[in-house]
């Protein structure tokens, strides 16, 4: 697979980098029936140089070819506007009034980004239309190989925040990108309370995204840390376990029981408890994780009356509806 996507891979570059190509593609018309490949180039050209081979030397290098990538990444140009209009009229979130760098972060392209940073002349931490960082971007994505580059530099803003209050280390965690935040974790500036804990605008911190996720490795992470809030709460005064507890999250809920610390019946805007929500979805493992502790109040009734159990049973979880008989009798 890797020598096909290099095999279309120059020819995708070539073909959008052709002098006269933006005679024939107007601003509104990018199907002109005379250059028929441009659409096909300008959606998948990041997929085919991302995931080819490059040669050491000469025609097909990783040198040739990152030139060529480096000049349709050029913002601003009308190159770049003619091939992303199309791509991001296909793909959402891609970025918007960003910069070479972010553009370059955001597919991972790992060597048009070490060519943008030794001109010594990138903003690297230019912002987007959603104030998102060539770090936050990379992050985002999980490009392990791009964020090693951008903080080797030493000078990125390693907790900058988007429009939507998200950090790159919040980022990386909802998607569940391991390797990358270790990386964040690793450089022992995101090690403060105040960072470890940010909240987005719904008051989410990177532990309630990476609880909510499922991802466990991640939370293993957090937790090392020692620094993470447990019960922090978000606009809906829900906790990392709530989350968790309500998608059936097993292993994340066994870690954040194992620390001892967390709030067994938190309840948030609704009154609902972890137990309410695993019951009601019919979690067995869950409920039986959180009865096991022998602390978590068993009739805890929120705003409309309801309990675990009548949960339970109205959804016809006969297995759960059991099990809270069994601890409640």
């Given at each position: ?37 441009f659409h096909y180039a300008a959606l998948h050209w990041p997929l085919h140089y991302n995931?080819?081979n490059f040669h050491d030397t000469g025609i097909g ?269």
């Amino acid at each position: 697979m890797p020598e096909s996507h290099s095999t279309i891979s120059r020819p995708c570059l070539y073909y959008l980098l052709l002098p006269d190509i933006l005679t024939l593609v107007q601003d509104d018309d990018t199907n002109n029936p005379q250059c028929p490949f441009f659409h096909y180039a300008a959606l998948h050209w990041p997929l085919h140089y991302n995931s080819q081979n490059f040669h050491d030397t000469g025609i097909g290098s990783e040198k040739e070819i990152s030139a060529l990538a480096l000049s349709l990444c050029e913002t601003g140009s009308k190159r770049y506007n003619a091939w992303s209009r199309i791509y991001r009229s296909k793909i959402y979130g891609f970025p918007l009034y960003a910069s070479s760098l972010a553009i370059a972060s955001y597919f991972g392209f790992k060597a048009v980004v070490q060519l943008l940073l030794a001109t010594g002349k990138v903003e690297l931490d230019s912002k987007n239309n959603h104030s998102r960082t060539p770090l936050s971007h990379a992050a985002k994505m999980g490009h392990k190989a791009v964020v090693q580059l951008l903080l080797a530099t030493g000078k990125v803003e390693l907790n900058s925040k988007d429009n939507f209050n998200k950090t790159p280390l919040s980022h990386a965690a909802q998607e569940g990108h391991e390797a990358v935040v270790k990386l964040l974790l690793a450089t022992g500036k995101v090690e403060c309370k105040v960072e470890l804990n940010s909240k987005d605008n719904f008051n989410r911190t990177p532990l309630s995204h990476a609880a909510q996720e499922g991802h466990e490795a991640i939370v293993q992470l957090l937790l090392a840390t020692g620094k993470v809030e447990l019960n922090s709460k978000d606009t809906f005064n829900r906790t990392p376990l709530s989350y968790a507890a309500m998608k059936g999250y097993e292993a994340v809920v066994k870690l954040l029981l194992a620390t001892g610390k967390v709030e067994l019946d938190s309840k948030d805007k609704y009154d609902r408890t972890p137990l309410s929500y695993a019951a009601e979805e019919g979690h067995k493992a869950v409920v039986q994780l959180l009865l096991a502790t022998g602390k978590v109040e068993l009739d805890s009734k929120d705003k409309y009356d309801r309990t675990p159990l009548s949960y339970a049973t109205e959804k016809r979880h006969e297995a759960v509806v059991k099990l809270l008989q069994k601890y409640i009798n």
